[in-house]
Nanobody
């Protein structure tokens, strides 16, 4: 079992920045990859960024060049640095971990980009 807890969401003006954190606990040694997803009202959940144990990353086209995913294995924490935020980035952001053939999810953190 893997438990994930997100933090760092909030309200920010367009063009601003936020950093989300995802603290993992439990059988963390079994985690193969971690990622961030988001879900806006009335839309499906979508992958924002992912990172493997080897450090390989991938991003949705809509966030390339603006968002950066990273991991601190010593702290069992993943991060999502979000810069140049746009109103269309408004969503609930979820941390995910793939471990032992199972996808685990955090409860999500709200990010609102508005003036």
């Amino acid at each position: 079992q893997v438990q994930l807890v997100e933090s760092g969401g909030g309200l920010v003006q367009p063009g601003g920045s936020l950093r989300l954190s995802c603290a993992a606990s439990g059988t963390i040694f079994s985690i193969n990859a971690m990622g961030w997803y988001r879900q806006a009202p009335g839309k499906q959940r979508e992958l924002v960024a992912g990172i493997t144990n080897g450090g390989r990353t991938n991003y949705a086209d809509s966030v390339k060049g603006r968002f950066t995913i990273s991991r601190d294995n010593a702290k069992n924490t993943a991060y999502l640095q979000m810069n140049s935020l746009k109103p269309e980035d408004t969503a609930v952001y979820y941390c995910a971990a793939y471990a032992g053939g199972i996808n685990y999810w955090g409860r999500g953190t709200q990010v609102t980009v508005s003036s």
